[in-house]
Structure formats: C-alpha cells, structure tokens
C-alpha cells in the first residue's frame, strides 16, 4: 500500500476538497461553490488551516484546523477535522490522519482540540478514543419529507401566519421588509438569539461585516429568508441554504426574540420557509440542533422531523508540550 503524502490547500483545491468531503460522508454531500466561498471569506480574527492528503497520486482526504480569537476563548479551543474517503476507512489510517491534523493545530498553542464525526462512523469513532479525545456533546440530524408533509404544512404555515397577523405580528421576507437598515435590525436578531444557544464552547458574537458577508452567501436569498416583525422590530427569523450545485436543502437558522418566546412566532416563520420550500419542489430538507435543546427539538418533532444520524463532539485536553 503506498505511503500518504499532505500538502496545503489552496483557493483552486475548493472543488476537489468538496468532491473529497462529499466522498467521506455520501448522505451530506459538500457544494463546491460554497465550500471555496466559505474558504475565501473566514471569520474575521480566526485562523485556518487546510490540507489534501493523496495516496498514489489519488486525494483521499480533506484535513483542516480553524479557531477564534485567542482572547476571547478561555480554553483556546481549536476545531480539527478529517474528512476520509469511506473506502479508505482502515483505522490505523485513520488514526494517524487525526493524529497528523492534531500536530499541525499544536503548533498555534491550543488549550483543546475539538473535532466531530459521524455518530454512525465507527472507525473515526474508535480512532478518536484511541488518541485520547472525549466524547463531551453530540447534534442531532433530522430530515423532513416535504412530498409527505408538504400539503400539511401549507395549511399550517396559513392557520399561523393568520394567528401571527391577530397579534399584530407581521410575517415576511427580508427582500419584502422596506426597512433601510434591515440588515443591521436582523444582524441584532440574529446576535441576541445565538448566546441562548446551547453550547459546550463559548459563542462568539461576529461583527457586523462578516454577517453581511454570510447573508450575501450562495445559499441564501433574501425572498428564502422569512421574518416576523412587530411594527419595524425583528422579533424572530428563519431561513433555509440552498446550495447552487450539489447537497441538502438546510434549515440555516431558526430562532426568536428573548421577550417573545412562547408565542409561537419562531415556529410560524419557520413554517412560511418550509412551506416556500414545498412550492419550490424540494423534496427533502435537513436541520440540525444541540441534543440539549428542548425548544427546537419540540418543533422539529411537531413538524414531522425524523431523526437521521447526527454528529459527536469530542474534546481532548492538550498544552504547548503536546497531550
């Protein structure tokens, strides 16, 4: 068997990287388009590494590291990941590949490595194990079938809309809201709402320009993005990704104001996209949610969500000496 070699990524491996990706876990597929836009546009104040590994001329494997500002992080967590060709699955392979990415990420002095895998993946499971790090979360998957549902939830999103416009809440769409500075009111949505997330690490709060930069994204559409406004205040929002090539339509982000919870409106919103998605012939639509939280996870099963393999979270505690 010939040896594996690593070398960088580059912007022009963006493609590749995501035919690698999709490869390593076929029922996500990676859109390539959206995979060298996310490359091209990290975070502001977060550093990154990437890294194709090929055996006999054949890429076989993405790696990479990435992390936030160090200041703001008081573990100094550092995320690694591995994305290896399902065929190439040997678990010595892959031990050494999280081994290998490990290495690389010690050199910008993390205080934990974090990585996620498939829960359905046994091997990188165990290879995880292996090198000591520990299962601390895991994120449950769900898909909803829009040919099953698709005529119920039309008729739900117009029984909520209705109930919504009863308690002077309007539903709309960001291309259709005339606020000038709309962008700004949802980036103070959208900031409020993620601290209540729940999350092992902290949630960075991003500026103002990386959130317009991700609402400009290949994904997302104004007329896709669905608001609930009381007179001109974002009070809750929903949207789905669409990729322009390949892979799932996805939920990218439900949520509602702290003052107006209980209400309702997170699920109305949510039922305006879902139900856009039905008249646009989607199929299926995927979401994601912590295991802990009971609020989403209480929609999602309302609305006809079944579960599909989900992700573990594994931490491994480490200093400047290594493990």
């Known amino acids: 068997m010939s040896a594996v070699t690593y070398r960088p990524a580059t912007l022009d491996d963006a493609?590749?990287?995501s035919d690698v990706m999709t490869r390593a876990y076929p029922s996500l597929p990676q859109d390539p388009v959206l995979t060298r836009y996310r490359w091209e546009r990290v975070r502001s104040g977060y550093e990154s590494a990437r890294f194709l590994a090929d055996r006999g001329g054949e890429p076989i494997a993405f790696l990479g590291w990435i992390h936030g500002p160090w200041a703001k992080l008081p573990?100094?967590?550092c995320?690694?990941?591995v994305w290896l060709d399902q065929s190439q699955h040997e678990q010595e392979l892959v031990t050494e590949m999280w081994s290998w990415i490990g290495d690389r990420a010690m050199a910008e002095e993390p205080g934990l490595l974090l990585a996620y895998?498939?829960?359905d993946e046994p091997v990188m499971l165990d290879s995880l194990a292996a090198l000591g790090y520990k299962r601390e979360g895991a994120e449950k998957v769900?898909?909803?079938d829009l040919k099953t549902h698709g005529a119920r939830l039309r008729a739900e999103a117009t029984g909520t809309r209705a109930q919504a416009e009863a308690a002077g809440i309007r539903l709309t769409t960001l291309a259709d809201w005339d606020a000038e500075d709309k962008v700004k009111r949802l980036y103070e949505l959208d900031s409020i709402t993620r601290q209540d997330i729940p999350s092992t690490m902290p949630i960075l709060t991003e500026s103002l320009e990386?959130?317009?930069?991700?609402m400009r994204g290949p994904d997302r559409r104004p007329d896709r993005t669905w608001i609930a406004l009381d007179n001109d205040r974002a009070v809750a929002m929903s949207y789905l990704r669409f990729p322009p090539v390949r892979g799932l339509v996805w939920t990218g982000y439900t949520a509602s104001h702290p003052e107006y919870r209980g209400r309702g409106f997170a699920r109305a919103v949510k039922l305006q996209s879902l139900?856009?998605?039905v008249d646009l012939g989607v199929p299926i639509v995927g979401t994601d949610n912590d295991a802990t939280n009971a609020a989403m996870l209480h929609i999602n099963e309302k609305l006809g969500y079944v579960r599909r393999p989900g992700f573990v979270e594994h931490h491994k505690r480490?200093?400047?000496r290594g493990a």
């Open 318 to 320: 480490v200093t400047s």
């Open 79 to 81: 995320e690694v990941e």
């Open 210 to 214: 990386d959130f317009e930069r991700r």
């Open 15 to 17: 493609a590749l990287a």
């Open 117 to 119: 895998c498939g829960e």
């Open 275 to 277: 139900s856009q998605a």
């Open 75 to 77: 573990e100094r967590h």
């Open 142 to 144: 769900w898909e909803l």
